[in-house]
């Protein structure tokens, strides 16, 4: 059986961006938390965890910081939440993604500069939330529908609003321009602003061509990771017999049935667990025949 890696696949800029600076972090004494889960992977948090680093949630904030270090996600957060931190005597250590920061100092311009922002993207995701924080009358819309019915709202109003469009990195182009088109149907001014990240796309685009060589597929990371499941997803819509594996005892028993095995990775899966697998699956295939263990 022969392994072959996807061309792209695992940590982000962004993750790697933050999962390296909490380990940075980590040896500078003090207490330390992240702000929720820093990514959906297990492996990850148990290693975090191990380096003392603890979890706030954010509905339950102590009222006393004093000494502590914040780490706030790659996801971001509102700048309410930031200041209730602060208050608190946290020192925070940013690791928002560049990519994400950007879209929100471009919320917060767009808002200053008497803009009325339709936001796409998951009501619920941390980015979005973040984001809405930087521009709070934002429009959160979620699909073309819903686009529709905010814009044909506001345009009813009857005054002359300048308009412009953002979305969560992770939407896909074609979701986006279905928004856009909506929306410009009420507002044709509609300032269409470019803030989607390609590394989603790069591990789906990276794992289609991997389908096409491989009999079957293992798709390393966490079973809570949206982005690793989607993966799954890709390479089951292909037709192709694939697992998600969080750890190596899910490597299916008869994996040496196939002849090429494809691995590939969600954004938010470490390098060594990665290589923890591909070593799995090396040496379950060079197992003797007829070995079950
Ligand atoms: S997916 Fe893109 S925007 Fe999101 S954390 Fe990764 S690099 Fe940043």
Known sequence: MQVIRASVLGFCM????????????????????????????????VSLRNQGIGILKEEELPPDLQGATVIIRAHGITPALEGALVRRGARLADATCPKVKSGQMKARALTEGGYRIFLAGEAQHGEVIGLCGYAPDCLVVGNPWEAKAQAEKLSSQGRKVKTALLGQTTISSEEYQSIAAEIQRYFPDLEIIDTICQATKERQRALTRLCDAAD???????KESANTRRLLAIAQARSKPAWLVESVGDIPADIDAYSTVGLSAGASTPDNLITLIERALISHCERPVGDTG
């Open 216 to 222: 079957a597929v293992v798709i390393v990371g966490g």
């Open 14 to 45: 962004g993750v790697r961006r933050a999962v390296e600076l909490a380990y940075r972090e980590a040896g500078g004494g003090g207490k330390i938390y992240t702000l929720g889960s820093l990514i959906h992977n297990p492996y990850v948090s």
